[in-house]
């Protein structure tokens, strides 16, 4: 099984193009090639096939081996995976995935693909939406969320997916994220858990560490910097096109007024590989055992 890795801002994908749709992938197969230590490493899987919808549809595998239904770096990473194979020379590409239909417009730099900009349409804001526990019709915007600490001003969003977004002064790169993190990704709010986002403002800008559900702390998230930016304008604390900062790298987010989101960012091709006989046959083995 052939493979290319991307990152976009840090964050990162192995990518497996299946457009005769011949792979099958598992949750055990996904979770294996993500393994820093035993497999080739990352954040995901993408499996990219033929769309119902539109002419590319992308499958995704979080590291633990569980469905995610959109990632906004990883359909940045695939922009530049299709023109770089030569699966298409559109520059914007739309792209099925479980949260809808999304566009993918690649950018480009002395004739190199360079970076993405992705259509990740509007947000999800009623509790309904995102989902999370309480009224269907009502925001979760600028409330206390206790389990995460008094500290915080908290909100919801969804971008595909869910997030919570907790604002503070606290110092980011101080803070034990596998301790907090867990307990947040899992909490009976959000049925089908979520990502958490911790975010401090300074001068315009949203500097943010994030714990992905199914993944972990990443060094960036790409539907996280969209719910971060969408939650701060509503709060007041930002405008609707603002810079946000990860470990990995600076992500450009706009909420447009047409009420989609859109983001907008680097994407760097790491290497080619190729899953080996021997490496698959002993991930069989260990499952049958």
Known sequence: MRFSKYHGAGNDFLMIEDLEDRIVLTSELAAAMCDRYRGPGADGVIRVTRGRTAPFAMELWNADGGRAETSGNGMRCLGRFLIDRGLTDQRVIEVDTLAGMKRIEVTEEGGETTGARV???????????????????????????????????????????????????????????????????????????????????????????????????????????????????????????????????????????????????????????????????????????
């Open 119 to 289: 259509d990740m349409g509007p947000p999800g804001l009623t509790r309904g939406e995102i989902p999370m526990a309480g009224p269907a019709d009502e925001r979760f915007l600028d409330r206390p969320f206790p389990d995460a600490g008094a500290q915080y001003r908290a909100a919801a969003v969804s971008m595909g997916n869910p997030h919570l977004i907790l604002f503070g002064d606290s110092d980011l790169p101080s803070l034990d994220l596998p301790r907090l993190g867990p307990p947040l990704e899992d909490h009976p709010d959000f049925p089908e858990r979520t990502n958490v986002e911790w975010v401090r403002v300074q001068d315009g800008r949203l500097d943010v560490r994030v714990w992905e559900r199914g993944v972990g702390e990443t060094l960036a998230c790409g539907t996280g910097a969209c719910a971060v930016v969408v939650a701060a304008s509503l709060m007041g604390l930002a405008g609707r096109r603002s810079v946000v900062g990860f470990p990995g790298g600076d992500l450009d987010v706009e909420w447009a007024e047409d009420d989609r989101v859109y983001l907008a960012g680097p994407v760097a091709h790491v290497f080619d590989g190729e899953l080996s006989p021997a490496w698959l046959e002993a991930l069989a083995e260990g499952a049958r055992r």
